[in-house]
């Protein structure tokens, strides 16, 4: 069925149909190429990464349509999976790469938010803690939330939230990329000022039990948010850091005109 001859060509036919929100049909592909895969018992290093591709895919697929149970089965797998993939690289010395990095770390962020889902703190903490040492923002607002969501307050979240706090103080300054205000974590990942702005006006009110020392330090953060969204708006700050830091750095003495023509 599907043409599993070919599973690289129905890997792309069931992303294509994601894309077009057919997601039942790219489900049942998914599903069967996976099962495909696995039933081989001896892979190349080739095929062994395509089965990790169609496991993320699967996972990914059951997660929206929040199907909890059978997403975290198709994770778990994708775990095992991925760590053999890891190991065979090593073995026939092919290096890993920063899209390897950052969709295992993704991948950490699903275990995290399924658990979440199935009401699974714990567990859920565990999954986001793996990528919030990388610095990323959302892992660390994902961590507060999971607080929130499971214990209905934040008395118990001081530790998590000063892990947000934090990490705030450590990323780069407010961005503007297609008209949306941007942060960007440690590790290269992009986290919505909007959402950490909403999240953080939620988590300082009184009714929610965070300490008022955290709660203080919050309260900072997000004043400097909404200084540099300000500033931005009002030609005072770059939109684009990166670009505002390299500027920054070239020396008076250097051409303009030649500058440019050797960055082309």
């Known amino acids: 069925m599907f043409g599993m001859d070919d599973p690289v060509k129905v890997l792309n036919q069931l992303r294509s149909y994601v894309a077009d929100g057919r997601l039942e049909i ?34 990914n697929i059951l997660e929206i349509r929040e199907k909890w ?22 073995k026939e010395g092919v290096g890993g790469n920063e899209d390897e990095t950052a969709l295992k770390i993704e991948d950490s962020m699903q275990m995290g938010r399924i658990n979440l889902h199935l009401g699974n703190l714990k567990k859920a903490l565990k999954g986001f803690s793996t990528a919030a040492k990388t610095g990323h923002i959302e892992a660390h607002l994902l961590s507060v939330e999971a607080f929130e969501k499971c214990k209905g307050s934040l008395k ?4 998590v939230a000063k892990g947000l706090e934090k990490a705030l103080g450590k990323c780069g300054p407010v961005n503007r ?27 300082i009110q009184p009714t929610l039990g965070l300490k008022q020392g955290v709660v203080t330090a919050l309260t900072i953060r997000l004043q400097s948010l909404h200084k540099q969204i300000a500033s931005i708006e009002s030609g005072e700050q770059a939109a684009n850091a990166r670009l505002q830091t390299a500027i920054d750095s070239l020396q008076p003495t250097i051409d303009y005109h030649e500058y440019s023509q050797s960055s082309n």
């Open 156 to 159: 118990k979240a001081t530790k």
């Open 69 to 90: 149970k059978l997403s975290m089965k198709a994770a778990k797998i994708l775990s095992k999976e991925s760590n053999k993939s890891s190991q065979m690289r090593i």
């Open 26 to 59: 790219s489900e049942v592909m998914a599903e069967e190429l996976t099962s495909l895969l696995l039933s081989e018992k001896k892979r190349t290093l080739q095929r062994q990464e395509l089965l990790v591709l169609a496991l993320r895919d699967h996972a």
């Open 177 to 203: 990329e297609n008209d949306e205000f941007i942060l960007i974590s440690n590790n290269g990942m992009i986290t919505s000022v909007e959402r950490v702005v909403t999240s953080l006006e939620r988590w």
